[in-house]
Protein backbone atom coordinates (compact mmCIF):
# COMPACT_ATOMS: atom_id res chain seq x y z
CA UNK A 1 0.00 0.00 0.00
CA UNK A 2 1.35 3.38 -1.13
CA UNK A 3 -0.12 6.64 0.21
CA UNK A 4 1.66 8.90 -2.48
CA UNK A 5 3.33 9.03 -5.57
CA UNK A 6 5.42 11.43 -7.37
CA UNK A 7 5.26 12.59 -10.56
CA UNK A 8 8.56 11.84 -11.39
CA UNK A 9 8.10 7.90 -10.39
CA UNK A 10 8.89 4.76 -12.63
CA UNK A 11 6.05 3.12 -10.79
CA UNK A 12 2.90 2.72 -13.11
CA UNK A 13 0.29 3.08 -10.10
CA UNK A 14 -3.71 2.05 -11.44
CA UNK A 15 -6.47 4.48 -11.63
CA UNK A 16 -8.35 3.29 -8.95
CA UNK A 17 -5.35 4.55 -6.37
CA UNK A 18 -4.39 7.69 -8.13
CA UNK A 19 -7.72 8.90 -10.27
CA UNK A 20 -7.78 10.18 -13.65
CA UNK A 21 -6.54 13.81 -13.35
CA UNK A 22 -3.25 11.90 -11.01
CA UNK A 23 -2.81 9.36 -13.91
CA UNK A 24 -2.50 11.57 -17.00
CA UNK A 25 0.20 13.92 -14.70
CA UNK A 26 1.90 10.99 -13.78
CA UNK A 27 2.21 9.32 -17.62
CA UNK A 28 2.94 12.75 -18.82
CA UNK A 29 5.60 13.55 -16.56
CA UNK A 30 7.18 9.83 -18.03
CA UNK A 31 6.87 10.66 -21.33
CA UNK A 32 9.07 14.12 -20.87
CA UNK A 33 6.61 16.85 -21.00
CA UNK A 34 7.52 19.61 -19.08
CA UNK A 35 4.97 19.20 -16.10
CA UNK A 36 5.15 21.15 -12.40
CA UNK A 37 6.73 19.01 -9.95
CA UNK A 38 4.09 17.59 -7.97
CA UNK A 39 2.68 14.33 -6.22
CA UNK A 40 -0.99 12.47 -5.46
CA UNK A 41 -1.94 11.50 -2.34
CA UNK A 42 -3.52 7.98 -3.31
CA UNK A 43 -7.04 6.64 -2.36
CA UNK A 44 -5.21 4.90 0.47
CA UNK A 45 -3.72 7.67 1.95
CA UNK A 46 -7.92 8.73 2.88
CA UNK A 47 -8.79 5.56 3.62
CA UNK A 48 -8.95 6.35 7.80
CA UNK A 49 -11.34 9.58 6.64
CA UNK A 50 -13.35 7.87 4.82
CA UNK A 51 -13.42 4.54 7.21
CA UNK A 52 -14.55 7.57 10.09
CA UNK A 53 -17.28 9.38 7.72
CA UNK A 54 -18.62 5.94 7.28
CA UNK A 55 -18.87 5.13 10.94
CA UNK A 56 -21.27 8.37 11.26
CA UNK A 57 -25.21 7.75 11.35
CA UNK A 58 -25.04 10.89 8.75
CA UNK A 59 -23.46 8.63 6.42
CA UNK A 60 -25.83 5.57 7.14
CA UNK A 61 -28.75 8.11 6.43
CA UNK A 62 -27.20 9.61 3.65
CA UNK A 63 -26.33 6.39 1.83
CA UNK A 64 -30.31 4.62 2.40
CA UNK A 65 -31.51 7.89 0.38
CA UNK A 66 -28.67 8.58 -2.31
CA UNK A 67 -28.71 4.54 -3.24
CA UNK A 68 -32.96 5.30 -3.62
CA UNK A 69 -32.51 8.13 -5.75
CA UNK A 70 -29.40 6.47 -8.01
CA UNK A 71 -32.13 3.54 -8.56
CA UNK A 72 -34.37 5.70 -9.32
CA UNK A 73 -32.18 7.58 -12.34
CA UNK A 74 -31.63 3.74 -13.24
CA UNK A 75 -35.16 3.05 -13.86
CA UNK A 76 -35.90 6.65 -15.59
CA UNK A 77 -32.96 6.03 -18.06
CA UNK A 78 -34.11 2.20 -18.58
CA UNK A 79 -37.72 3.33 -19.37
CA UNK A 80 -36.12 5.85 -21.87
CA UNK A 81 -34.19 3.45 -23.51
CA UNK A 82 -37.65 1.15 -23.99
CA UNK A 83 -39.05 3.48 -25.92
CA UNK A 84 -41.77 4.56 -23.64
CA UNK A 85 -44.10 8.01 -24.03
CA UNK A 86 -43.99 9.51 -20.23
CA UNK A 87 -46.10 12.51 -20.01
CA UNK A 88 -44.47 14.01 -16.53
CA UNK A 89 -47.37 15.94 -14.72
CA UNK A 90 -46.88 18.48 -11.54
CA UNK A 91 -46.68 15.87 -9.07
CA UNK A 92 -43.50 14.03 -10.47
CA UNK A 93 -41.56 17.54 -10.91
CA UNK A 94 -42.60 18.34 -6.90
CA UNK A 95 -41.78 14.89 -5.70
CA UNK A 96 -38.44 15.62 -8.04
CA UNK A 97 -37.63 18.61 -6.50
CA UNK A 98 -38.17 17.41 -3.22
CA UNK A 99 -35.92 14.63 -3.34
CA UNK A 100 -33.19 16.50 -4.73
CA UNK A 101 -33.32 18.71 -1.95
CA UNK A 102 -33.15 16.20 0.47
CA UNK A 103 -30.34 14.64 -1.07
CA UNK A 104 -28.74 18.24 -0.63
CA UNK A 105 -29.50 18.58 3.07
CA UNK A 106 -27.73 15.20 3.70
CA UNK A 107 -24.82 15.98 1.98
CA UNK A 108 -24.48 18.82 4.05
CA UNK A 109 -24.85 16.79 6.57
CA UNK A 110 -22.47 14.26 5.81
CA UNK A 111 -19.47 17.14 4.20
CA UNK A 112 -20.47 18.80 8.15
CA UNK A 113 -18.33 15.86 9.64
CA UNK A 114 -15.78 15.96 7.56
CA UNK A 115 -14.55 18.93 9.24
CA UNK A 116 -13.36 17.14 12.41
CA UNK A 117 -11.25 15.48 10.47
CA UNK A 118 -7.03 15.65 10.79
CA UNK A 119 -4.28 14.14 9.69
CA UNK A 120 -3.30 11.01 11.64
CA UNK A 121 0.57 10.18 12.46
CA UNK A 122 0.93 8.02 9.23
CA UNK A 123 -1.12 10.60 7.05
CA UNK A 124 1.31 13.57 8.08
CA UNK A 125 4.37 11.29 7.83
CA UNK A 126 3.78 10.43 4.63
CA UNK A 127 2.56 14.00 3.62
CA UNK A 128 5.68 15.51 5.52
CA UNK A 129 7.87 12.93 3.48
CA UNK A 130 6.55 13.52 0.00
CA UNK A 131 6.86 17.48 0.53
CA UNK A 132 10.13 17.37 1.34
CA UNK A 133 11.31 14.70 -1.59
CA UNK A 134 9.30 16.53 -4.31
CA UNK A 135 9.77 20.21 -3.14
CA UNK A 136 12.44 20.20 -0.46
CA UNK A 137 9.60 21.55 2.20
CA UNK A 138 11.22 20.86 5.69
CA UNK A 139 9.55 19.05 8.35
CA UNK A 140 11.13 20.93 11.47
CA UNK A 141 8.63 21.78 14.02
CA UNK A 142 8.45 24.09 16.61
CA UNK A 143 8.62 22.50 20.52
CA UNK A 144 6.37 20.50 21.56
CA UNK A 145 4.28 20.11 18.38
CA UNK A 146 2.14 17.35 18.97
CA UNK A 147 -0.07 15.16 16.50
CA UNK A 148 -2.72 17.47 16.08
CA UNK A 149 -1.41 20.54 16.30
CA UNK A 150 -0.72 23.01 13.44
CA UNK A 151 2.48 24.49 13.93
CA UNK A 152 4.42 25.67 10.74
CA UNK A 153 7.32 23.84 9.81
CA UNK A 154 10.27 26.00 10.56
CA UNK A 155 14.11 26.34 9.17
CA UNK A 156 12.84 25.55 5.73
CA UNK A 157 15.18 25.84 2.66
CA UNK A 158 12.06 25.79 0.45
CA UNK A 159 9.05 27.88 2.87
CA UNK A 160 8.20 30.06 -0.08
CA UNK A 161 6.95 26.97 -2.28
CA UNK A 162 3.16 27.58 -3.24
CA UNK A 163 1.04 24.46 -4.37
CA UNK A 164 -2.41 23.60 -6.18
CA UNK A 165 -4.23 21.06 -4.51
CA UNK A 166 -6.83 19.63 -6.52
CA UNK A 167 -9.02 16.43 -6.75
CA UNK A 168 -8.53 13.17 -8.73
CA UNK A 169 -11.21 10.71 -8.81
CA UNK A 170 -10.94 7.01 -10.35
CA UNK A 171 -14.43 8.23 -11.93
CA UNK A 172 -13.74 11.98 -12.90
CA UNK A 173 -12.89 12.35 -16.38
CA UNK A 174 -13.17 8.96 -17.74
CA UNK A 175 -14.93 8.71 -21.33
CA UNK A 176 -18.40 8.93 -21.02
CA UNK A 177 -18.54 11.08 -17.86
CA UNK A 178 -16.69 14.63 -16.81
CA UNK A 179 -17.35 16.01 -13.30
CA UNK A 180 -15.71 19.07 -14.28
CA UNK A 181 -16.91 21.76 -11.79
CA UNK A 182 -17.80 19.29 -9.23
CA UNK A 183 -14.96 19.04 -7.41
CA UNK A 184 -12.62 21.57 -5.11
CA UNK A 185 -9.62 23.23 -6.56
CA UNK A 186 -7.63 25.50 -4.03
CA UNK A 187 -5.09 27.79 -5.36
CA UNK A 188 -2.21 29.93 -3.42
CA UNK A 189 -1.43 27.01 -0.86
CA UNK A 190 1.65 27.46 1.12
CA UNK A 191 3.37 24.61 0.64
CA UNK A 192 5.81 24.92 4.58
CA UNK A 193 1.76 25.63 6.27
CA UNK A 194 0.88 22.37 8.05
CA UNK A 195 -3.17 24.27 8.74
CA UNK A 196 -3.08 25.53 5.03
CA UNK A 197 -2.44 22.32 3.61
CA UNK A 198 -4.91 20.49 5.50
CA UNK A 199 -7.71 23.05 5.06
CA UNK A 200 -7.08 22.56 1.13
CA UNK A 201 -6.56 18.72 1.07
CA UNK A 202 -9.80 18.39 3.18
CA UNK A 203 -11.54 20.85 0.87
CA UNK A 204 -11.16 18.38 -1.94
CA UNK A 205 -11.61 15.25 0.04
CA UNK A 206 -14.98 16.71 1.30
CA UNK A 207 -15.92 17.93 -2.07
CA UNK A 208 -16.84 14.41 -3.41
CA UNK A 209 -19.82 14.48 -0.84
CA UNK A 210 -21.22 17.61 -2.46
CA UNK A 211 -24.93 17.33 -4.00
CA UNK A 212 -23.57 17.99 -7.33
CA UNK A 213 -21.08 14.96 -7.51
CA UNK A 214 -23.81 12.88 -5.74
CA UNK A 215 -26.26 13.68 -8.46
CA UNK A 216 -24.30 13.51 -11.32
CA UNK A 217 -23.38 9.97 -10.00
CA UNK A 218 -26.75 9.03 -9.56
CA UNK A 219 -27.78 10.16 -13.06
CA UNK A 220 -24.60 8.13 -14.55
CA UNK A 221 -25.34 5.01 -12.87
CA UNK A 222 -22.44 5.07 -10.29
CA UNK A 223 -23.11 3.99 -6.76
CA UNK A 224 -23.27 6.80 -4.28
CA UNK A 225 -22.16 4.57 -1.52
CA UNK A 226 -19.03 3.92 -3.13
CA UNK A 227 -16.50 7.28 -2.44
CA UNK A 228 -13.46 7.18 -3.26
CA UNK A 229 -10.45 9.98 -4.41
CA UNK A 230 -7.17 10.83 -4.11
CA UNK A 231 -5.84 14.64 -3.88
CA UNK A 232 -2.89 16.12 -6.33
CA UNK A 233 -0.36 18.35 -5.08
CA UNK A 234 1.17 20.58 -7.46
CA UNK A 235 3.78 23.28 -7.75
CA UNK A 236 1.96 26.65 -8.76
CA UNK A 237 3.24 28.08 -11.91
CA UNK A 238 3.33 32.12 -11.81
CA UNK A 239 1.91 32.29 -15.05
CA UNK A 240 1.29 35.61 -17.34
CA UNK A 241 -0.88 33.40 -19.62
CA UNK A 242 -3.35 30.54 -18.71
CA UNK A 243 -4.96 28.38 -20.98
CA UNK A 244 -7.56 25.48 -22.12
CA UNK A 245 -7.43 23.22 -25.42
CA UNK A 246 -10.38 21.65 -26.45
CA UNK A 247 -9.70 18.38 -28.87
CA UNK A 248 -13.72 18.68 -29.69
CA UNK A 249 -15.72 22.01 -29.66
CA UNK A 250 -17.48 22.39 -26.76
CA UNK A 251 -20.04 24.40 -27.98
CA UNK A 252 -21.03 22.10 -30.55
CA UNK A 253 -19.54 18.94 -29.80
CA UNK A 254 -17.81 19.06 -33.22
CA UNK A 255 -15.10 16.28 -33.75
CA UNK A 256 -13.59 18.32 -36.66
CA UNK A 257 -13.12 21.48 -34.47
CA UNK A 258 -10.78 22.50 -32.09
CA UNK A 259 -10.99 25.24 -29.50
CA UNK A 260 -8.20 27.06 -27.40
CA UNK A 261 -9.62 29.70 -24.94
CA UNK A 262 -6.66 31.64 -23.35
CA UNK A 263 -6.26 34.30 -21.08
CA UNK A 264 -3.52 36.58 -18.24
CA UNK A 265 -3.15 34.95 -15.04
CA UNK A 266 -3.81 31.45 -13.71
CA UNK A 267 -6.74 31.21 -16.06
CA UNK A 268 -9.58 30.35 -13.35
CA UNK A 269 -11.84 32.83 -15.64
CA UNK A 270 -11.29 30.34 -18.32
CA UNK A 271 -11.66 27.39 -16.69
CA UNK A 272 -14.77 28.20 -15.29
CA UNK A 273 -16.37 29.28 -18.13
CA UNK A 274 -16.40 32.74 -17.62
Not at 8 to 30: A, F, H, I, N, Y
Not at 229 to 253: D, L, T
Request: net charge negative; hydrophobic share 30%.
Amino acid sequence: MKYYYPFDTRDDPPLSEVGGKGQSLLQSTRAGFDVPAGLVLTVSFFEPWLVHVQSTEEWRTFVESAVGAEKSERKKKDDDRGGEDHVRDDGQEEGEAEEASEIRTLCDAVKERCSELEFNATQRQELDGALRSCFGVGEERGEGEGEGDSTERQDSPANDVVVAVRSSSPEEDLTGTSFAGGYETTLGVAASSSSDLLEAVLTSFTSMFDHRVVTYKARNGMAPDDPRIAVVVQRQVASEVSGVAFSINPGNNCYDESVISAYYGLGESVVSGT
